[in-house]
């Protein structure tokens, strides 16, 4: 059964060719808004039970463009959208406020203020760090915060090479400690 669509992972810069994403401008090069409206409308016309995941600019990491200028679907309440989290974004010096202010102006607005559904599409960890600690603890706080583990799978595209972010090990069957 497939309940939606994420219609593109991780928008960001193609330094290739000098085109960098924006958010309604209007530019049929760069604006993700309008590409991602059109997509979620063709796609609802096939079937409007679909939900429609979008994610934000930079890596699924910038929600600031949509605050102002959210996306309208043809169709009401089939928008969801999609954020990246990973341990990177933040370093180990930020104590759990910074933590969550951080996460709560640059993406999870959309929470605090109830305004979208907000799907955590990946996130993830490779070892019991001071982020992994403070992103349970954000959930416990957040249950309207909807999320998939980035990834199951133990091993990357070649069975010899270790997904260390895995929730399993190489085996497929032994869970990381």
Known sequence: MVVGNDL???IRDDNVNNLYPTWGDGNV???WKMAATIAGNKILKINPDLLIIVEGLNYAMDF?????????LSIPNRLVYSSHWYSWDLDDSYT???FKQYY???????LVNDSYPLWLGEFGTDTSNTYWNYL???FAENPNLNWAY???NGYKSDPSEDETYGIVDIDMVTVRD
């Open 8 to 10: 593109r992972n991780e």
């Open 64 to 72: 600031d463009p949509i605050y102002s200028f959210p996306l309208e």
């Open 136 to 138: 349970i603890r954000y």
């Open 29 to 31: 090069e760069t604006d």
């Open 96 to 98: 759990y406020d910074d």
């Open 150 to 152: 980035w990834a199951y």
């Open 104 to 110: 709560d102006y640059w993406v999870a607005w959309m």
